[in-house]
């Protein structure tokens, strides 16, 4: 068996880690230059057949989950491969099927004439997306008897021929002779043809069988020469350039993952179109596998976008690559339940409102966590800064010597300074002094100490004036002498502007901070949203768990000889065995034998009579089916059977989960299960009280034989 990932968790942290080694840029991101993309949903109605075919698949799906055919017979691919083909259209099921005029095809091929005759003055382009149905060979070329007639002729009396019979090839194609299997390509070309587009203005990929061929192709596209070019996701996908005169795109079908759907779509939706305004089709037809596949793979997009952003992404995400509709999506898709896409909407709605509360709780703890600590301490160093600033001004005043001329008076090594040159020249000379990295005081200027040190970060030697605060300047190898002593007094005569900025950055941080203490007390704007919509798609989920139970066939009675048979549920799971062989509701068998009890009322009745017993730490209530024999228990809200063979106080497991689901959700409705028969020897080792019931006629026994499911079930509180 062969195994991949489901889903991938824990995005954020994922994402963190990628970013660390890849910055994510997309092209809205960067803004590039791109025509603006303008789409088209094209909903199809779908045909009797279609519908009635949908249903089949239904049965093949049924036939498939419960082992009725091998897997080399019919499978789940099989089965969603032919409902993407249904989807697409009825004659790629079978091509005598008859042509539906408002199919999505016809509609299509309508699209393409008219968008070619709109743009015919400026020869613009248009490309068609169809991964199904695709063409083996040419048909539309003279085959080699063909050729030996035409060889003879003029250049005029040759192109009427040729001419001549692609017309006849097109109007045999749509009238069923056809010389290949059936395929959307040749019939959508026939039609166009038959409407008046020239055959040699298109083109398939597939007739391409190497890459030069490809790219002449795509040459003459980008020129205009071919109007309208047919491929493949596989055959025009990454590396096709053919954008310049792209004017619409036409998915004829919808490809498995979304990165297929955006490689189609990339191919007129980039730089180098010469459109300002290009046209994107999606053709759907409805209540088929084709509509549940384009939600689908439009919710996987999202997701993907979501992640490959700067954004917060969502926690989990499944796996895109799937390529197989379930049972409960191919069942869902066959009855036709509106619920089914109301859910996937609201689970849309959700990914995004989980999304921004996950923003939400991000910005939150952000400003809790700023709060507590970084705006204190920010406070905190702004206020120290500015007194440590203040008092290095007041300190530069009273040391600077006012003069007419030179600098105020600079002591190195003990000697005084007074021309910019001479304190210059020691500086660079006490350079050579330093012998660690650490560095020494050299001398004083202005009332600050002056150190010199080498700094290894820079490989500079770096001189700095110390007060409360230091005031460095990078000297670097060969530093101006004369200007060294400038470039020290404009640092110390920026200290009133550096208390200014103190001051500024002070007041802003203060700022910050009494607005987040009113964003943290802001609720989720969203959250009644999320929450009135979460209930909802709960709500929906039980809805279609029990109508996935209402699609189940009716099941068979059920008797000792059935469930004790060796091939019974063979390759089951116990969940489906149960659900596969599940017996009635116990509401529909009161409702046919008035006076019969329930399990609830038995319950409850039991309950009633053991408040006052001395054990009371589990509810427990055996029950007897009258007719089919059996034994079971309610033991605290579980049913469980009996299947010991003498003692009936050994009960088996709890009923599957499919089961404790259902019970949950419809409490009142409660499967029951044929077991072995109670016979008077168990009965005897009972020792719970037990209620007394009148015992069935001889008549009402042989209808119960007769009719086991459907007869009288009277229900013992014991």
Known sequence: ???????????????????????????????????????????????????????????????????????????????????????????????????????????????????????????????????????????????????????????????????????????????????????????????????????????????????????????????????????????????????????ALHHLDCPWRPRDLEQREKRIHRRGNENPLVRIFRYVTKDTFDAYLWQTIEKKQQFISQIMTEKSPVRTIDDVDQSVLDYAEVKALCVGNPRIKEKMDLEQDLKKLNALQGQYKKNLYSMESALLRRYPNQIAAHKQNIENYTADEQKMNAGTVRVSEGISPMVIYGTQYSERTAAGEAIKEACQNITSTEGAKIGTYRGFDLHLYFDTRTNQHCLSAKGDMPYPIMLGADFAIDGLVTRLDNVLDKIPQYIEDEKDSLQNTIHEMENAEIEVKKPFAQEGELKEKTARVAALNIELTLDAQKLLKEPKAITEDSYDNENFGVGLSASEKFA???????????????????????????????????????????????????????????????????????????????????????????????????????????????????????????QAEQKPVKSKKNYHAR
């Open 580 to 702: 596969s062989f599940a017996g009635r509701f116990v509401d529909d068998a009161t409702q046919e034998n008035q006076g019969s009890q329930t399990i609830q009322e038995a319950t409850q009745e039991n309950s009633h009579n053991n408040e006052n017993t001395e054990n009371k730490e589990a509810i427990v209530e055996n029950f007897e089916v009258a007719d089919n024999g059996g034994q079971g228990a309610f033991i605290n809200g579980d049913i469980h059977i009996d299947k010991s063979s003498d003692n009936p106080t050994e009960k088996t497991s709890a009923i599957p989960e499919a089961l404790q689901q259902i019970q949950k959700a419809a409490p009142n409705n409660i499967y029951i299960f044929g077991a072995k028969p109670l016979d008077s020897a168990n009965e005897k080792k009972n020792t719970q009280p037990q209620q007394t019931q009148q015992q069935p006629q001889p008549k009402q026994q042989q």
């Open 1 to 247: 068996m062969r195994t991949r990932c489901a889903r991938f968790q824990n995005l954020p942290e994922l994402m963190r880690i990628f970013s660390e080694v890849a910055d994510i840029k997309t092209a809205e991101s960067l803004n590039l230059p791109r025509p603006e993309a303008e789409f088209h949903t094209i909903s199809c109605e779908p045909t009797e057949i279609q519908k009635e075919m949908v249903q089949a698949l239904g049965e093949r799906a049924d036939k498939v989950r419960n082992r009725s055919v091998k897997p080399h017979e019919d499978n789940m691919l099989a089965v969603t491969n032919d409902g993407r083909k249904l989807g697409l259209d009825q004659r790629v099921i079978h091509p005598n099927l008859p042509d539906d005029p408002n199919s999505k095809i016809n509609q299509a091929t309508d699209n393409i004439f008219n968008i070619w005759e709109e743009t015919k003055e400026d020869s613009l382009t248009q490309v068609v997306f169809c991964d199904l149905a695709t063409p083996k060979k040419s048909i539309w070329g003279l085959d080699k008897e063909q050729q030996k007639e035409v060889k003879d002729l003029s250049l005029l009396d040759k192109a009427a021929y040729i001419s001549k019979h692609i017309l006849n090839t097109a109007k045999n194609y749509i009238k069923g002779v056809r010389p290949q299997q059936f395929n959307i390509y040749d019939d959508v070309k026939a039609k166009l043809i038959l409407k008046g587009i020239p055959e040699n203005e298109i083109a398939f990929v597939q007739d391409c069988k190497t890459d030069k061929q490809k790219q002449q192709l795509f040459a003459k596209v980008r020129s205009g020469a071919i109007r309208v070019v047919f491929g493949s996701t596989e055959t025009m996908g990454a590396g096709t350039n053919i954008q310049n005169k792209l004017i």
